[in-house]
């Protein structure tokens, strides 16, 4: 994967630099978390799986944010934006047609080439799957790139599920196999699982740990009994992916947020191998 690297487009401008971006589609997902299409007004944003990249309005604020939308051509890509302060609240504020600033994007990426002719097993919970569903979308747009794909889903209540109608395009298709839970039903007419997500991974049948990468995003209090499920299920620390999107800030790795030990998370992930990070006080 690799750190990032100072990148420029064809016309020479910066990923250092903002860029303007407008708001194309617009849709409220839960009670805190926003679904935006932006389209960069000069370029394609020519990102890859799992990167972010730094949004901004002048006067107001910065603030990292994963691109959710799988990488194209196109000058459009897609984010879900939760409202947690002053900057995410003036952004769900503005309209259609109205603009950002776009620094990025940045970040090691989902190593989704090298993976090609394995299974995937992907383990999101919460806003984690913001980053990963460029990486499933991808690698459903590429079925045949691919073996078994299972999609792992997890949330605090019914009312927190995001991507609604495409959980339910996931869980019709009949070369995926999408299981979801939440931790909590009450005063729902929520009928699947209940419970946190690694109630999920005992109904996992004929995954083989030996050709399956795990790619596991969501809060941190998720990763530790995921990694240990994994470990339960044989799997080894080389074939687990994970994202630690942990205190980012600036993107350049020049704030120290985001920095464990000598590791930088802005700039030398936020996806890991977790056999890289595994021995990093705090990491998980």
């Given at each position: 994967?690799?750190?990032?690297?100072?990148?420029?487009?064809?016309?020479?401008?910066?990923?250092?630099?903002?860029?303007?971006?407008?708001?194309?589609?617009?849709?409220?997902?839960?009670?805190?978390?926003?679904?935006?299409?932006?389209?960069?007004?000069?370029?394609?944003?020519?990102?890859?799986?799992?990167?972010?990249?730094?949004?901004?309005?002048?006067?107001?604020?910065?603030?990292?944010?994963?691109?959710?939308?799988?990488?194209?051509?196109?000058?459009?890509?897609?984010?879900?934006?939760?409202?947690?302060?002053?900057?995410?609240?003036?952004?769900?504020?503005?309209?259609?047609?109205?603009?950002?600033?776009?620094?990025?994007?940045?970040?090691?990426?989902?190593?989704?080439?090298?993976?090609?002719?394995?299974?995937?097993?992907?383990?999101?919970?919460?806003?984690?799957?913001v980053p990963a569903r460029s990486?499933?979308?991808?690698?459903?747009?590429?079925?045949?790139?691919?073996?078994?794909?299972?999609?792992?889903?997890?949330?605090?209540?019914?009312?927190?599920?995001?991507?609604?109608?495409?959980?339910?395009?996931?869980?019709?298709?009949?070369?995926?196999?999408?299981?979801?839970?939440?931790?909590?039903?009450?005063?729902?007419?929520?009928?699947?699982?209940?419970?946190?997500?690694?109630?999920?991974?005992?109904?996992?049948?004929?995954?083989n740990p030996d050709n399956t990468?795990?790619?596991?995003?969501?809060?941190?209090?998720?990763?530790?009994?995921?990694?240990?499920?994994?470990?339960?299920?044989?799997?080894?620390?080389d074939h687990i992916v994970v994202?630690?999107?942990?205190?980012?800030?600036?993107?350049?790795?020049?704030?120290?947020?985001?920095?464990?030990?000598?590791?930088?998370?802005?700039?030398?992930?936020?996806?890991?191998?977790?056999?890289?990070?595994?021995?990093?006080?705090?990491?998980?």
């Open positions: 994967m690799g750190n990032c690297q100072c990148q420029s487009n064809t016309k020479g401008s910066s990923i250092y630099l903002p860029e303007i971006a407008r708001i194309t589609r617009k849709k409220l997902m839960t009670d805190v978390d926003c679904f935006f299409e932006f389209e960069m007004e000069k370029r394609p944003l020519g990102h890859k799986y799992g990167q972010f990249v730094e949004i901004s309005i002048p006067g107001i604020g910065e603030a990292p944010i994963s691109i959710s939308s799988a990488p194209s051509s196109s000058k459009k890509f897609e984010m879900v934006i939760r409202n947690v302060g002053e900057l995410t609240s003036v952004i769900h504020g503005l309209n259609i047609g109205e603009a950002i600033g776009v620094r990025g994007p940045y970040g090691t990426t989902f190593p989704m080439d090298d993976l090609k002719g394995k299974s995937l097993l992907y383990i999101t919970g919460g806003i984690g799957l990486a499933i979308l991808h690698s459903l747009a590429n079925r045949n790139d691919y073996k078994d794909i299972t999609i792992l889903f997890g949330c605090k209540d019914p009312s927190q599920r995001i991507f609604v109608d495409e959980l339910s395009e996931w869980e019709k298709r009949p070369d995926v196999n999408f299981l979801e839970t939440v931790d909590t039903a009450a005063n729902s007419n929520w009928k699947g699982n209940v419970g946190v997500i690694t109630t999920l991974m005992p109904k996992l049948q004929n995954v990468v795990a790619i596991v995003v969501g809060p941190p209090i998720m990763y530790k009994f995921v990694i240990m499920s994994l470990h339960d299920m044989g799997f080894t620390d994202s630690l999107e942990r205190r980012m800030k600036c993107g350049v790795g020049k704030c120290g947020h985001c920095q464990i030990n000598h590791i930088y998370v802005c700039q030398d992930g936020p996806v890991f191998y977790f056999s890289d990070i595994k021995d990093l006080k705090e990491a998980i």
